[in-house]
């Protein structure tokens, strides 16, 4: 990969924050515009629009919520114009414009209202799912997720739903040939009824890190996974409160 730059990942409670400029940026696969105090965000050379609020979060809910200073979600908006490359085993992420990760698994993909789908594999049936940084646990509809063991339930306050409580439970699945155990939550009904209405029946969030290096190629055409010499521990990044950031299509 011909790295433009790489910054220090920092994961507060499984999300995904890198430092530029002083600023601290949450990266956020899941809301189609990115956000910010002021009107423009300048990243690798380029100057990126911001709005003020995304169904009614801001920066400063998200960084209450999180639990971190967040001064700019870099949204899919602005993530889809690089190459990125994220290795939970060195805290890095990369950004450039060129092929990543050498030996990686390549899974296709596809944008739905600006953010990413690709497709997942449950119990022999395959579904679309949204590709969501902002998401610390996957999450699936329920009829999806209850034949399998139940490991505990976590609260949200998601943007636009209020709290919710969500039961978790351990989901074997399939991404790109790839086999995989995933603690997934179960979707809010509204959230739900949304994602379906377009076609999408989960999301998968940043517990894929658990397992795997994960990047993207520009444009969310490609999926790259990169399987990890040593699995993270599931305390890593199931944490009480679990956080859903964004969503472009949790409205109805």
Same mark, same amino acid.
């Given at each position: 990969m011909s790295v433009t730059r790489e910054y220090a990942l920092e994961m507060v409670g499984g999300h995904l924050i890198i430092k530029a400029e002083g600023q601290a940026l949450l990266l956020d696969t899941g809301?189609?515009?990115?956000?910010?105090?002021?009107?423009?965000?300048?990243?690798?050379?380029?100057?990126?629009?911001?709005?003020?609020?995304?169904?009614?979060?801001?920066?400063?809910?998200?960084?209450?919520?999180?639990?971190?200073?967040?001064?700019?979600?870099?949204?899919?908006?602005?993530?889809?114009?690089f190459t990125v490359d994220?290795?939970?085993?060195?805290?890095?992420?990369?950004?450039?414009?060129? !092929?990543?990760?050498? =030996? *990686?698994?390549?899974? +296709?993909?596809?944008? %739905? &209202?600006?953010?990413?789908?690709?497709?997942?594999?449950?119990?022999?049936?395959?579904?679309?799912?949204?590709?969501?940084?902002?998401?610390?646990? !996957?999450?699936?509809? =329920? *009829?999806?997720?209850? +034949?399998?063991?139940? %490991? &505990?339930?976590?609260?949200?306050?998601?943007?636009?739903?209020?709290?919710?409580?969500?039961e978790l439970r351990r989901v074997p699945l399939m991404i790109g040939g790839l086999a995989i155990r995933l603690v997934c939550g179960v979707l809010p009904p509204v959230l739900e009824q949304a994602l379906v209405r377009v076609g999408v029946r989960g999301l998968v969030g940043t517990d894929l890190l658990r397992s795997f290096r994960v990047g993207w190629s520009p444009g969310f055409t490609e999926l790259h996974l990169l399987a990890r010499r040593v699995s993270a521990g599931v305390e890593r990044f199931v944490v009480p409160s679990l956080t859903l950031v964004g969503t472009a299509l949790a409205r109805p």
């Open positions: 809301s189609p515009v990115s956000v910010g105090r002021e009107t423009t965000c300048r990243f690798q050379g380029r100057e990126f629009p911001l709005l003020p609020r995304y169904n009614d979060m801001t920066t400063e809910s998200l960084s209450e919520t999180i639990g971190a200073r967040v001064d700019t979600l870099l949204g899919a908006d602005m993530l889809s114009w994220i290795d939970p085993e060195t805290s890095r992420v990369a950004f450039g414009r060129d !092929s990543t990760m050498p =030996g *990686a698994q390549v899974v +296709p993909m596809e944008r %739905v &209202g600006g953010i990413p789908v690709l497709k997942i594999e449950v119990a022999g049936k395959a579904f679309p799912a949204l590709l969501h940084t902002g998401a610390t646990v !996957s999450c699936l509809r =329920g *009829a999806d997720t209850r +034949p399998f063991p139940f %490991v &505990g339930i976590a609260r949200d306050c998601y943007p636009g739903l209020g709290e919710f409580a969500t």
